[in-house]
């Protein structure tokens, strides 16, 4: 009986568990009994053993009387420590070192403001995380020596001992040594290089001398070439593999106009002595590590690419961080916002400075799609996540970015401005919560705007308004109904509302603050408008609904200035089964002359279907913006064994396009077609090299959509070692899809699961996680049992805290026989049942779960002291 009880609690906690019933732990800065003053690191870098021979000397005085220091060190190889004082001398210590953190005694206590240097001798081989290392194999013999740190959000201290936390700011200081072909960039400025010719080595020296966190802190050795160039009296440099050299001018040129721009937006000058940009084999994205930033080859593009697409955005993301995540860096991960949704922000901001009007806006609506899909569940400043990467998601992102949007309506350029200043100027070089930028709000305006951080920080979720228009002739009325209709309580915000005419009456505008969830207006006008214009400032985050005639949606597809009313329009007739509207939306789709809505009109011609919608997409294969012709490529797709569109894609096929993305949104579209030579067309494209593999990856993903079997085996071959590092992904999932659109038999999905599987060891992460999700999303996810030995092996020595939530749920997806999206969407359905029924039974289990628990401790967070 004892057993059966015990069994039936952790049924029902795994259970419960899968549906959030067992909260992740309430989590908040940590203490600090030392201020960590300065960290020196001594490196030896053997490129080709992946392994670093170090002496890191960590510099702290006391906050309060203290006898211990705990420092975080993952897997660090300690061999010796010391502790020098000034009234002691140096003296070995017998410290304690348990894989995660070291344990350094002090000897006799350190009083309020006294002061030690911790002295740590230590070795890293080839470590999980933090520190990244790249070089030839058999496979891949062209890849470039290589390795760079990534530090955020908590793993520097896989490759130095440090407090890494967020709240503990200190100068560093690096002194490296390796092979003298490689070069090294570390953050600050570079004090010295020497080269020691009888040992065929060289050693730099960087110093950054203003206090940053741990995670911010860089280093990269490789074989690079640089670029050297000044703003306003600082060195500036870009570092790439040579064999990107030609690429450097055409990426960066806007760096410098970035620069002037945001110090002169902020008021505060770039804050530190330089600014460099390292492009390295390997990384994804962008890392903002203070004064030099690590990006990905992807960030470098040749003269096709650029036709595409620039970095600008990504350049300008990772730029604005220096003010804001390392001049300023959030105080705890609850307030990652305050890095990332300002870096956002002031990307945005510089397409507005940079491209202009509907640029701007198009990117906040996409930026609000994103938002409103990632922010329901769960606050933009939650204190209750799994682990610090959690906190990376569309809150901190796209939602951040839409709180200052709004903010800057809100108050006013002006205003805005004056506030983002002060905050910065406040708060230079030190770290910030939320209630910080509210006190600036604050002191500038005279406004608390507690309600306003109230609805868009702590609360999840937007509002759902649904604005109804009726005009009344008889009393030249215009009716308005305002109606939050999400169930939580409303939120507070302003809505303005423009009536405009189809003559020279002056446009009228009324602004009403909506704080209930309904709220009806009666206006009087001089006649029946021919706009109604809902927010034309795009001032607010919300899911708008617009109920009126259709003469006032067809006025704002042709006459609204914002693109994003034009937008709704076209969303509003792609819903429609009428002819009339489909040959609407098909004249638009000419006349319109901003991209970003022609692609939106091509998605709503896709989502109306038939023969008008078709055709007009078929034309709009000419349209000369690049990005249109892409949308328009894409939403063919739609047609499937449609002869128009697959004669109308296959010449983009075979012929290619000047445009990359055209070029492969047309291979990708050709597979979903139903092509009966969908295979023999897209086999020659593999043999098409391109930037980034796009082309081949757009192949790979094509042949998982051709729905035949014959495909498997191209993909295979395609996942091996040896093929190009950007295509393998697009393999191994297309191989995933294929099982989702033919019939596979049984040898066939053997053999499938046996190579995704091969796949899981991979030394590539991108290969790894892929992998994983493949074996998640088969058809039948049950047949890949004999991959859950290598799940598990890999879940339980992932260091990756954002990869172990696929990994669970593709371990779940097998052993349930369901595809793992299926999954997420019936726990999210089960959730939501359970969280409205339940709030007794939690009680219960919550007892429960702390009987079995009450002697575990929290080991996922060290103490810092």
């Known amino acids: 009986m004892k057993r059966i009880f015990r069994i039936s609690i952790a049924v029902t906690l795994a259970f419960l568990s899968t549906t959030t019933f067992g909260e992740p732990a309430t989590r908040f800065a940590r203490d600090r009994k030392v201020d960590s003053l300065h960290i020196k690191l001594d490196l030896n870098v053997d490129l080709e053993k992946k392994f670093v021979d170090g002496l890191a000397t960590i510099d702290v005085m006391a906050m309060r009387e203290v006898s211990t220091v705990t420092l975080d060190a993952i897997d660090l190889g300690v061999s010796k420590v010391t502790v020098t004082r000034p009234d002691h001398g140096t003296y070995t210590v017998d410290f304690s070192n348990d894989g995660k953190r070291i344990l350094v005694p002090l000897g006799p206590p350190l009083r309020p403001g006294e002061r030690a240097a911790i002295s740590i001798k230590y070795t890293v081989d080839n470590p999980r995380s933090g520190l990244h290392f790249f070089g030839p194999s058999k496979d891949e013999p062209n890849v470039p020596y290589v390795v760079w740190s990534q530090g955020e959000s908590v793993t520097n201290s896989y490759w130095f001992p440090c407090f890494d936390h ?57 074989d690079f070439v640089t670029k050297e160039d000044t703003w306003r009296g600082k060195p500036l440099n870009y570092w790439v593999h040579p064999k990107f050299n030609d690429q450097i001018d055409r990426s960066f040129k806007n760096t410098k106009r970035m620069l002037d721009f945001f110090s002169d937006r902020i008021g505060i000058e770039y804050p530190w002595d330089r600014y460099g940009q390292v492009c390295c084999e390997g990384f994804g994205g962008g890392m903002e590590n203070t004064s030099v930033t690590t990006m990905g080859n992807r960030a470098l593009h040749d003269k096709r690419s650029s036709l595409d697409a620039d970095s600008d955005g990504l350049i300008a993301h990772e730029l604005a961080h220096q003010w804001w995540g390392d001049m300023l860096t959030c105080r705890d991960w609850s307030h990652l916002w305050l890095n990332e949704g300002f870096a956002s922000y002031f990307q945005a901001l510089w397409t507005e400075e940079s ?35 959690s906190m990376f998601d569309a809150r901190a992102y796209p939602k951040g970015a839409w709180v200052l949007h709004m903010m800057r309506k809100r108050l006013g350029d002006e205003a805005f401005w004056n506030v983002i200043n002060r905050y910065g100027t406040d708060n230079r070089l030190k770290t910030v919560e939320t209630a910080d930028l509210r006190k600036a709000v604050d002191t500038i305006t005279g406004r608390t705007f507690e309600r306003f951080f109230y609805d868009w920080t702590e609360r999840p979720g937007h509002p759902e308004v649904t604005v109804k228009f009726k005009w009344n002739a008889e009393d030249n009325l ?123 009109i091509a998605r709503a011609l896709g989502e109306t279907g038939g023969d008008i919608a078709r055709d007009a997409l078929i034309a709009g294969l000419t349209i000369e913006n690049h990005k249109a012709r892409r949308g328009c490529a894409e939403e063919l797709d739609s047609f499937f064994q449609d002869d128009k569109a697959i004669e109308a894609i296959r010449p983009i096929v075979q012929n290619g396009d000047p445009s990359y993305n055209v070029e492969a949104a047309a291979i990708r579209t050709y597979g979903k077609l139903g092509a009966d030579d969908a295979v023999g067309v897209l086999t020659p494209v593999l043999s098409r090299d391109s930037r980034s593999e796009v082309i081949r990856r757009a192949a790979l993903t094509g042949f998982g959509s051709a729905r035949d079997a014959e495909a498997a085996k191209i993909l295979i071959e395609w996942t091996r070692p040896g ?50 999700s493949a074996l998640g999303s088969l058809s039948d996810p049950s047949k890949a049992k004999q991959a859950l030995p290598a799940l598990r092996s890999l879940l339980a020595n992932n260091s990756d805290e954002r990869s172990k939530p696929r990994i669970k749920r593709t371990i779940k997806a097998i052993e349930s026989g369901e595809p793992a999206q299926v999954q997420l969407a019936e726990l999210r359905s089960d959730l939501e049942d359970a969280q409205d029924k339940n709030d007794e039974l939690s009680e219960r289990i919550s007892k429960l779960e702390a009987m079995l628990t009450k002697d575990t401790k929290d080991t996922d967070q060290a103490d810092g002291e």
Request: hydrophobic share 35%.
């Open 166 to 222: 967020p709240n503990e700011r200190q100068t560093t200081e690096l002194v490296v040594t390796t092979d003298k072909k490689f070069k090294v960039s570390a953050n600050g400025h570079l004090v010295s290089r020497k080269e020691d010719r009888a040992r065929g080595t060289v050693t730099y020296h960087w110093l950054q001398d203003k206090a940053h966190a741990a995670y911010l802190v860089s280093m990269i050795v490789g």
């Open 355 to 389: 491209l202009g009007d509907d640029e701007f806006r198009y990117d906040m609506y996409r930026k609000a799609n994103r938002a409103k899909r990632g922010g329901k569940k769960r606050p933009i400043v939650d204190r209750s996540y799994a682990s610090p990467g």
């Open 478 to 600: 215009a009716d308005i109904s305002i109606k939050q209709t999400q169930e939580d309580v409303a939120f507070h915000f302003p809505l303005t509302v423009v009536f405009e005419f189809d003559d020279e009456t002056a446009p009228i505008t009324i602004v009403r603050d909506v704080t209930k969830k309904k709220l009806g207006v009666y206006y009087p006008l001089p006649k029946k408008p021919h706009l109604i214009r809902i927010d034309p400032a795009h001032s607010v985050l919300m899911e708008l609904k617009e109920k009126k005639g259709r003469d006032f949606w067809r006025a704002q597809l042709t006459d609204d200035p914002d693109p994003i009313a034009r937008i709704r329009a076209a969303t509003h007739f792609g819903k429609s089964d009428s002819d009339s509207d489909r040959k609407f939306l098909a004249e638009a789709l000419v006349t319109e002359k901003f991209w970003g809505v022609q692609r939106e």
């Open 723 to 772: 093929k190009p590092r950007f295509a393998r992904p697009a393999a191994i999932r297309a191989l995933a899809n294929l099982t989702n659109e033919t019939y596979i038999d049984d040898a066939t999905m053997r053999l499938i699961v046996d190579t995704i599987s091969q796949c899981l060891d991979d030394t590539g992460k991108r290969v790894r996680r892929t992998a994983v």
